[in-house]
């Protein structure tokens, strides 16, 4: 009997044991094992993006399934699906990954100084550099302009597209006033369309940019055309 006493007090000293291997009574083994955990979870959640980025560029989005991009990256479907419900938040968390030009940051730096329009001009500039440096902002702008099919569930997405361009637009004509107000800009023009002008114009630049892999069409000119577009814009005071 007081072998058993003695036995049942010491189990009661010693730390329970989760058939998980985690300690309960050790709270600093137990915090390990749950951000380790969490860690492992956010790799395998990072990597699924970068080859869904791949092979949506190089697949297309309509093309590429769930179960392409859960073998390209090494994990199964499943593992697929509990970071993301469907394709489209995929498609989403993919896109939000990058901080695009253009798009999610159209700040204009001088645009409330003496040239509104050489703060456009340099912002347009910044556009083009970013897309040509940058192998990430590069692969979702194409795959954006030239591999989404904006049907069925990736409807919506061209109406979140369509709601950032009417944001960039309105940004524009914001510098564009000024450009107006401070007398750099022809009296002619009206802020509003050449704010919608110069939409249309970058937009169908990068598209042409991107279609252009070996830079021999517009690539190369790329710059002067930017500077081009903002040339017709200013007033040219007479000598």
């Known amino acids: ?8 007090s010491r189990s009661r000293s010693q730390p329970r044991i989760i058939q998980s291997g985690s300690y309960v009574n050790d709270s600093g083994k137990v915090f390990a094992t749950v951000r380790r955990t969490k860690e492992d979870s956010e790799q395998t959640r990072q990597r699924i993006l970068t080859v869904a ?10 093309r590429t399934s769930l179960q392409d991009i859960a073998t390209a990256a090494g ?3 499943g593992a697929v699906y509990w970071h993301f419900s469907s394709k489209r938040a995929l498609f989403r968390a993919m896109r939000e990954q990058v901080s695009l030009p253009l798009f999610d940051h159209a700040e204009l730096p001088g645009a409330d100084g003496a040239d509104p ?13 970013q897309i040509g440096c940058d192998r990430e902002t590069r692969q ?16 919506p997405e061209m109406s979140r597209h369509l709601r950032r361009c009417s944001e960039l637009q309105a940004t524009l004509a914001s510098a564009y006033r000024r450009a107006l107000d401070v007398g750099v800009m022809r009296a002619d023009a009206r802020p509003d369309d050449a704010a919608l002008g110069t939409c249309v114009f970058i937009t169908g630049l990068i598209r042409l940019w991107l279609m252009d892999g070996g830079a021999s069409v517009l690539r190369p000119h790329a710059v ?13 005071r007479k000598a």
């Open 1 to 8: 009997m007081t072998k058993g006493v003695g036995t049942e």
């Open 75 to 77: 994990v199964t479907r």
């Open 117 to 129: 329009l050489l703060a456009i001009e340099r912002f347009l500039l910044g556009v083009v550099d």
């Open 140 to 155: 979702t702008f194409d795959i954006l302009s030239l591999k989404c099919e904006y049907v069925g569930e990736l409807r």
């Open 224 to 236: 002067d055309l930017i500077a081009a577009h903002i040339a017709m814009l200013r007033f040219e």
């Open 53 to 62: 980025r791949r092979r949506f560029a190089s697949h297309g989005v309509t």
